[in-house]
């Protein structure tokens, strides 16, 4: 737990984390050390002699001002820490997300990502306070205790001893039991919530084909698992639990019948054994509290740890000093590329001259988003090199790469600002006609005649109030107005929406000859209009050329384009024509 | 028609969390009995005696074993009332949902589903699972311990409260201030959770405008900002209740014990015998207060989740008629039919509309001119708000949806395979199918050789397929289901342009024969159709064949026209 906390924050924040802990460990302390004031004083009042308690008392009495001051300390430091401690969480989050590669982002990820951030911090927060303390002390305040005991009769003392040696023992069991049950009520959580998943997406479908009235069968059978796996969980919950309190129980009879024994057979006063058993009941209670923290603690752990992870991320290693990039040309040599352990592209080597216009074309999964994505370094190739304005992006620092590009792809965020605000990022020292052109040339202006504040209209979280299309077309300006010397774009959503469609032609039409392009073109136009037509087949490039080229050498493509032409004029039969 | 009643959350377990809590009481009494048998120990010790002390050694130990027991007990009765009380809870949610109108389904993303089912439900088991046996032993435990202090001797166990009020009195002060501070408290949280989720979703956007910095800094600023906000509202009050603590601390109320006992027993009104009780159990009070002070939170955020199970399960279904009726024929009529998602915003006007069976009608209009929304209303996606929905002469009110749905299938853009073998999805709507018919489906759907190369062929659970593959299965699904009427987006051929030709064929196949109603997005794929209802605001403002439409001077020449150039 400490080292976790060690790992998430920064060395700036260690010496708090030191003071505080020292306060919790001077805290618990002497915390035990006045109980053990309780043997003296118990001794002098059972003897009959009060008077010889009052010295003890005193002393007790400078302990517990001791205490006090400490417990004040830890509380104040630990609320302190807790802060800092999120503070740090989120100024490193931020720093390594700016380190990350852009193909971590997945939206898998960037939605975990957001709940980790959101839930995680407070529940960080929280850990010192509420956790750390309980847990220190519990650890602590015993060994003084056994330490006292031993002073004062050292078989009672050792039977704490073995008796807090046999607590650890069944801790640790009694974790690990919950641990693995708690893993199969995950795996369960997670498959049973994948099936909810589907069967909220699947609705329209599964109730148009009859499957909603008789409960749906996935569904009801992962629920039933989870249901299953929870009732498991239970028996190594509660057993864990149950190992715990018997433990501890268990020490404290087998002193209770060690101490009467020896107490009978005289070999301890009355008054000893009297004062190590009330001894002993402050030796079990901070172990109970404890075993009932675990569970809490797991839960911060847990999210500790997910912090820890997103640190651990290795984050794309940039050049010490960037290279400049030279004429605006993109060129692959002998590229391989692989998600995981499945290759995408194999020995892809390219060039787009400046200037031109390039054509990616093939079937989905052939590798042509991938071959954008490397070209902006969302990944780092496995072997080849890609390079761009004639460096290796590699040799390029981000910021000298992302000014040589602007990017039109699929998945497309607003942030929660107006129009002209979304459109602005792109360039945000451009002035106000730049701003109103790129809309315009986009057709952006079409959308905020729609919208009641027209320009100021707020788009909402990640541009939830317009339609896909419009969201794309609001991307579409964002990247003109950046109007960076090399343009990727990719058609595949433009083809459904014909305002879209118009505003993709417009943007093309406006970059063609005075930027260099790499469309993954869909639009048998934009096909036909490229200075350059590569296709792709299963992450290879199987023929490259114009146009007219292609289609005279009567390959891949030439089929290709007989198929989308004969798919182009397909219409739908009614009944009168049937 | 009956509204069904709304749904008692606890209902189920009611019963059982009373055994938890009693055994659970049980169990906090049974804790206090070794503390007694320790001080009769004493007692008997420091008196020289040598009997009976085996007697209170078994006590002990029999009400350690008691309490394990009665511990381990309620434990497990609660946490199996948690269990099946989530099953119940989330298997009620998904029928529940399984009768809601499909366009709840448009307003609440999949995220909030399972949010709902998963998340919130386990939200609860705090609540159920511990809530109640933490109440239940924070109140036992101190109320018996101190009957039994007082009837030991009063006055010590006033002594040994002393600091108790001291502790409250701050505590209540302090909670007036966090309630005040609450709402900024949350709106702080609001504003840095905000910046949390637009940062990490739009970090790739600020990457590639090489804004990164700014972004970082912008973030780095709401955190501190919040840290420092939180800083100045709750430190003061993390050093008053640091303060009050020390009042409540074992040591602290140990010395006062020690001390007032130690002057009792010298003035001769105390025996030492009878000053253990205080040592032993004195000391625990506060205790219990913090213990619930910690599980106040998990209770807060377990209520809130509970609240929204509750709002889910009570989400209105779709009514259905008590004596659902039959339809006759496949005619298809909207009258006068008026709808919107919102009270005041219709996105339909009046629309009048007839499907003659075994016809194509085609929706063509601008984006957001309703197309898609009147085509919607026909599955029951939504009701309309005026007017009717006719099939076969029958509101598709007044049918069982059951009946609804063997009359009408769907074939969208957004195809769904769900994750079992593509067997199964082909025969979602008729699970008697035969191999056979699954078979012939997949190859007028043009699938089947597709089918045939993967790794399990009809059997492979979860196939990779390109989008245009997974349309043709989805084909295939609406040919074997073999609905006499077919709700089309003709998007659907265009999902994957690189086998467009094939889904195209497949979706011709599917077609013939049928009444059709297609939202189409481009003019030429529906010249052919047999009527073309041109849809601008909401309302139909033409509604003819192609050559007709195209002759006259109207929208649909304009936009005939706005097209023509690709």
């Known amino acids: 737990m400490i080292r976790l906390l060690s790992a998430v924050s920064d060395a700036r924040r260690a010496g708090a984390v030191r003071r505080y802990l020292a306060a919790l460990f001077a805290f618990a302390l002497a915390q035990g050390a006045a109980y053990a004031l309780l043997v003296p004083i118990l001794r002098a009042l059972f003897a009959g002699e009060p008077s010889r308690a009052w010295p003890w008392i005193l002393a007790l009495g400078w302990a517990a001002v001791v205490c006090a001051v400490l417990q004040y300390t830890q509380a104040v430091l630990g609320f302190g820490v807790g802060l800092d401690l999120s503070r740090a969480l989120y100024h490193r989050l931020g720093d390594t997300l700016a380190g990350l590669p852009l193909g971590w982002f997945s939206t898998d990820r960037t939605g975990r990502l957001g709940r980790m951030v959101t839930q995680g911090v407070t529940q960080v927060m929280g850990v010192p306070a509420h956790l750390l303390q309980p847990l220190v002390t519990a650890y602590v305040t015993p060994a003084v205790v056994v330490l006292v005991t031993l002073a004062t009769d050292w078989r009672l003392g050792l039977a704490l001893a073995v008796g807090g040696a046999l607590l650890a023992g069944t801790y640790r069991i009694a974790a690990g039991l919950t641990g693995r049950a708690d893993r199969a009520v995950d795996d369960a959580g997670v498959t049973a919530g994948g099936r909810v998943v589907e069967y909220a997406r699947a609705q329209a479908v599964l109730r148009a084909f009859g499957r909603t009235s008789g409960g749906y069968a996935q569904l009801d059978d992962a629920l039933r698992a989870q249901h299953r796996a929870g009732r498991r969980l239970i028996t190594g919950t509660v057993s864990g639990q149950a190992m715990n309190a018997l433990a501890v129980q268990a020490t404290y009879t087998a002193v209770l019948v060690l101490g009467v024994r020896l107490a009978l057979s005289g070999t301890i006063g009355a008054a000893d054994l009297v004062a190590v058993l009330v001894l002993a009941t402050r030796f079990t209670e901070p172990l109970v509290l404890a075993a009932d923290l675990g569970g809490a603690l797991r839960i911060g752990a847990n999210s500790l740890r997910r912090f820890a992870d997103v640190f651990a991320t290795p984050t794309m290693p940039e050049p010490a000093e960037s290279a400049v990039p030279g004429a605006p040309t993109v060129e692959l040599r002998g590229v391989a590329f692989g998600y995981d352990d499945r290759p995408v592209l194999r020995d892809v080597s390219l060039t787009v001259p400046a200037g031109t216009m390039t054509a990616l074309v093939g079937a989905s999964g052939s590798g042509k988003t991938t071959v954008t994505r490397l070209i902006a370094r969302f990944f780092d190739v496995d072997a080849g090199s890609v390079l761009v304005g004639g460096h290796d992006v590699r040799d390029l620092s981000t910021e000298a790469l992302m000014g040589q590009l602007s990017m039109v792809f699929q998945d497309v965020y607003l942030f929660d600002d107006t129009i002209l605000g979304n459109i602005r990022v792109g360039r945000p020292a451009a002035t106000d006609a730049e701003v109103a052109d790129a809309a315009r040339l986009a057709r952006v202006d079409e959308i905020a005649a729609r919208l009641p504040d027209g320009w100021d209209t707020r788009v909402g979280e990640g541009g939830t109030r317009l339609s896909g299309g419009e969201r794309q077309r609001v991307s579409i300006a964002r990247a003109l107005l950046k109007d960076a010397p090399i343009v990727l774009l990719d058609e595949a959503t433009a083809a459904l929406d014909a305002r879209n469609d118009a505003a993709v032609s417009a943007a093309l039409r406006s970059l063609a000859g005075r930027r260099t392009l790499l469309v993954i073109a869909h639009r048998l136009a934009t096909i036909a209009a490229a200075d350059q037509i590569v296709f792709l087949r299963d992450g290879r490039i199987a023929e490259v050329g114009t146009h007219p080229e292609l289609l005279a050498a009567g390959g891949d493509y030439a089929r290709f384009w007989a198929e989308r032409n004969r798919a182009g004029g397909w219409r739908l039969a009614g009944a009168g024509e049937r | ?566």
């Open chain 2, 1 to 566: 028609m009956s509204t069904l009643p709304t749904f008692d959350v606890w209902r189920p377990v009611r019963v059982r969390l009373w055994v938890a809590g009693l055994l659970q009481a049980v169990s906090s009494a049974a804790g206090l009995v070794p503390y007694l048998a320790v001080v009769e120990l004493a007692r008997r010790l420091l008196a020289g005696g040598r009997t009976g002390l085996w007697t209170w050694v078994l006590v002990a130990a029999v009400a350690l074993a008691v309490r394990a027991a009665t511990t381990g007990l309620a434990l497990t009765v609660s946490h199996l009332a948690d269990a099946d009380l989530q099953y119940h809870l989330r298997s009620g949610i998904a029928r529940r949902l399984g009768t809601v109108p499909l366009g709840w389904f448009t307003a609440h993303t999949s995220g909030e589903v399972k949010k709902a089912v998963q998340d919130d439900v386990h939200s609860m088991h705090s609540l159920v699972a511990h809530a109640a046996l933490d109440i239940v032993a924070a109140a036992v435990t101190p109320v018996l311990a101190l009957g039994y202090l007082f009837w030991v001797d009063w006055r010590m166990a006033l002594v040994t409260t002393a600091t108790l009020p001291v502790y409250l009195t701050v505590y209540a002060v302090l909670v007036g201030g966090y309630q005040k501070k609450m709402a900024e408290m949350n709106a702080a949280i609001g504003r840095i959770n905000t910046a949390a989720v637009e940062f990490v979703s739009g970090i790739a956007v600020v990457k590639t405008f090489g804004g990164t910095r700014r972004a970082s800094s912008r973030f780095a600023a709401a955190a501190d900002d919040f840290a420092d906000r939180f800083r100045s509202w709750v430190g003061p009050m993390t050093r008053w209740e640091g303060a009050a603590q020390t009042t409540l601390m074992p040591v602290t109320v140990l010395t006062v014990v020690l001390a007032a006992g130690t002057a009792m027993i010298g003035s001769g009104t105390l025996t030492p015998a009878n000053l253990l009780p205080f040592v032993l159990l004195g000391l625990g009070f506060g205790q219990p207060l913090l213990t619930l002070g910690f599980g106040a939170a998990a209770l807060r955020e377990a209520r809130a989740a509970a609240t929204r199970v509750r709002t889910t399960l009570d989400t209105p279904p779709l009514p259905v008629p008590a004596t659902p009726r039959v339809p006759d024929g496949h005619e298809i009529t909207f009258r006068n039919v008026t709808f919107g998602y919102a009270a005041d915003a219709p996105v339909l006007h009046d629309v009048s509309l007839t499907l003659r069976p075994g016809t194509v009608t085609a929706l063509v209009g601008p984006s957001g001119s309703g197309k898609s929304t009147l085509a919607r209303l026909l599955p029951r996606f939504f009701d309309p708000d005026s007017g009717t929905v006719t099939l076969g002469g029958v509101d598709v009110r007044d049918m069982d949806p059951a009946e609804l749905y063997r009359h009408v299938g769907l074939v969208f853009q957004d195809v769904q395979l769900l994750r079992t073998s593509v067997r199964d999805n082909i025969r979602l709507g008729r699970p008697d199918a035969a191999d056979d018919e699954v078979r012939a489906a997949a190859k007028a759907a043009q699938i089947h050789d597709r089918i045939t190369e993967l790794p399990d062929g009809y059997d492979t659970v979860d196939p990779v397929l390109s989008g245009g593959e997974a349309q043709r299965v989805s084909i295939a699904r609406a040919l074997l289901a073999d609905t006499p009427v077919l709700v089309l987006d003709e998007a659907t051929a265009y999902a994957d342009p690189e086998c467009e030709a094939a889904v195209q064929d497949a979706l011709s196949t599917l077609v013939a024969g049928r009444t059709v109603l297609v939202i189409a997005h481009r003019l030429h794929t529906v010249t052919g159709a047999d009527q073309i209802a041109v849809l601008d605001d909401g309302r139909i403002v033409q509604c003819g064949r192609h050559p007709d439409l195209l002759a006259a001077d109207g929208l649909y020449r304009r936009l005939w026209d706005s097209l023509e150039d690709r």
